[in-house]
DNA sequence: AATAGTAATGCAAACGTTTTCATTTTATGT
DNA sequence: ACATAAAATGAAAACGTTTGCATTACTATT
């Protein structure tokens, strides 16, 4: 009789674990969700049964009632990025830990499409929704606003957001690596960054570099100041004329660890030696930044950090549903100092 | 009345949505699931209400019918990985272009957690399961095997697995880059290897590297077959005393693109030119591997092809559900001829 | 040994959909 | 207009759990 019930169906289901242990159904679901409700022995007598049919709860079943779904949803641009990883992992570990399972889905920096994934992951009905950065459609923003889904921002920090954040101060990055270049005697100081428009992080960056050159007194000529896109291939042929010019500056700042990356190649190229002959600076600390010919000087931006707090402050909103204020942590960052930097010669 | 209802409830359901449009609740979900079945004004009407209530399904509810929950499970050792990220990446496009949801999960090289990351997809019903590698316990195995979940490995290929591969032919990779090497010119030829003692990606790029050199007669002194750990730092140390011996290789060829990056900085540090004074090449391409500098010569493993192509063989295991066999695909690698190597003097 | 109090268990309703089957509406051909 | 076929819709059962309430089984106290 047992056996046929089995056969037609494809997997046991909590009714036939519940008959072979010779207990009701009611009962091996509190085994599951409030094990100590139940006697030790009966207890025992269910874990068999369980073992015997293979079976597997159903969170679909039970994300039905109301309870929790067990699932944060992570929408990221995309998951082709190294320093993206490192927040990723920080963030899955986190929420793990937490009792969650994580669903990601990627958009490809297409802010549409990512609406249409936050839709999907709420058909899921993920208990919390990861993004990154504060870029966003309104209607992705209102629609979290609507359903009340406990969401935070990472990547960036900003005071002013509509949904929790946590994420580098980019400012202070920009102020502690131009603090660095100040104290090692520097004066000729020239900088390279990426476009600033529509690209917050950057600008902060620049801002605190700025802002910190000011209070110093040192001034940077705007023929000092070069742009360049986000590759290493631009930033070593935009820096090679400064570099060349018989008065160059004797330290350089990047915007990032890539276009750093770029400048000490356009230097070796010319012949001259990083720190020797000209210090440079990047900010990001990427994988493999440590490892560069010299090390690369740089400000570590902390995103497993980043991820970690993110994780703990969603679980906060899930489970606190009464705290629904809005969180922002700034997460400080680290001078990572290495070869790439060095004091002037007297 | 109406408002009484919505106001103790959480969220619209289907319910709310097919009053509001005057229809039944079967008619709604047909408007989702079979829209041709109902007729254009009625569909319109509903999808009015859907806007008006906000409503969002429920994929729980949904799956618990058996029908289809739309998400694929993925296990990853870690996601702090620029090599896996590109795999996953590509998995998870092609996953989403197919309508699937990607749930990830990272263990951290804990192969019993892996088990129970598997089970814990199993309970919200995942279609088809991703593996890293073919190193798994057997009861993940087997638990694989008993829910006949469609599955596949990715990142290496085997011609005997449990369940579906897809991934790089490393012998073919090795045979590759040591045929290049030849082609060079080169003789004196140094191996530096991580250890193949269970990992045997690196013991089949190795054998097909010495494959090659027995049939073009190549001896490699056993004193040249050098073994370091997969660092930067380690592969350093390793190669240097070899560097600096008066009769020196011509060429190495490297285990991975991370220890041919450590022997690029040993022989530069003995003030070794590559390629002048010695080639270098590695097995991998990592991202970084094409701006360092010299770019290195490596044999790419199209982790993204990898990637896709088991999305695509999932896809099929999943809705083909005749087509039960296991399914094995080797991914031709691609020799990436860079700066890194070059022929010998005559 | 009886009783009260507590712990363990079972019953049945509920969760939000989908789907089969029956019914009603609409279109088609004469 | 009428019969018939086809299309659209609705009613209700089903999916696999959880949980409040009712019941039964233990334990401890006298």
Same mark, same amino acid.
């Given at each position: 009789?047992? *056996? ?14 519940? /008959? ?19 006697? %030790? ?13 293979? *079976? ?15 699932? !944060?949803?992570?929408?990221? %641009?995309?998951? +082709? ?24 889905? =990627? ?15 709420? $058909? ?10 504060? #870029?966003?459609?309104?209607? =992705? ?8 889904? %406990? ?5 960036? *920090?900003?005071? #002013? =957001? ?20 100040? /104290? ?13 428009? $529509? ?27 070069? /742009? ?28 990032? #660890? ?14 001259? /030696?990083?720190?020797? #002959? ?6 990001? +600390? ?16 902390? @995103?497993?950090?980043?991820?970690? =707090? ?10 606190? @549903? ?10 400080? !960052? ?5 070869? @790439? ?6």
């Amino acid at each position: 009789m047992y *056996y046929q019930i089995m056969k037609t169906k494809k997997y046991a289901d909590i009714i036939d674990v519940a /008959n072979l242990a010779n207990v009701s159904p009611a009962t091996v679901s509190r085994c599951f969700n409030h094990p100590h409700k139940v006697r %030790p022995d009966t207890r025992k007598r269910i874990q068999v049964a369980i073992e015997k049919t293979g *079976y597997i709860r159903n969170r679909a079943a039970q994300a039905i009632h109301g309870r929790r779904s067990g699932t !944060v949803g992570l929408i990221v %641009p995309t998951l +082709d990025n190294a320093i993206f990883s490192n927040l990723i992992q920080a963030f899955s570990e986190q929420l793990n830990s937490n009792g969650f399972t994580m669903l990601v889905a =990627t958009h490809g920096y297409d802010l549409d499409r990512e609406y249409q994934l936050l839709r999907s992951l709420l $058909e899921h009905r993920v208990e919390g929704i990861g993004l990154i950065g504060l #870029d966003h459609k309104d209607e =992705t923003y209102s629609l979290i606003e609507r359903r009340k889904t %406990p969401s935070v921002a990472m990547w960036n *920090y900003h005071p #002013d =957001t509509r949904i929790s954040c946590v994420g580098a101060d980019n400012t202070e990055a920009g102020k502690v690596i131009a603090q660095h270049i100040l /104290n090692l005697g520097h004066k000729r100081i020239a900088l390279v960054f990426p476009d600033t428009f $529509e690209n917050d992080r950057a600008a902060n960056r620049v801002e605190g570099v700025l802002d910190v050159m000011k209070k110093a007194d040192v001034q940077i000529p705007a023929e000092w100041h070069l /742009n360049t896109p986000y590759s290493i291939k631009n930033a070593r042929e935009v820096s090679a004329p400064l570099l060349s010019s018989p008065n160059r500056p004797t330290a350089i700042i990047a915007g990032n #660890d890539v276009i750093a990356q770029g400048v000490i190649y356009a230097a070796q190229s010319l012949g001259l /030696n990083v720190p020797a #002959d000209i210090s440079v600076a990047g900010i990001g +600390d990427f994988s493999g930044s440590a490892h560069l010919l010299p090390s690369l000087t740089t400000i570590k931006l902390r @995103s497993n950090k980043v991820g970690q =707090t993110a994780a703990m402050i969603l679980d906060e909103l899930i489970n606190d @549903s009464e705290n629904k204020n809005i969180q922002r942590v700034a997460i400080k !960052v680290e001078l990572m100092k290495r070869q @790439s930097t060095c004091g002037l010669p007297i």
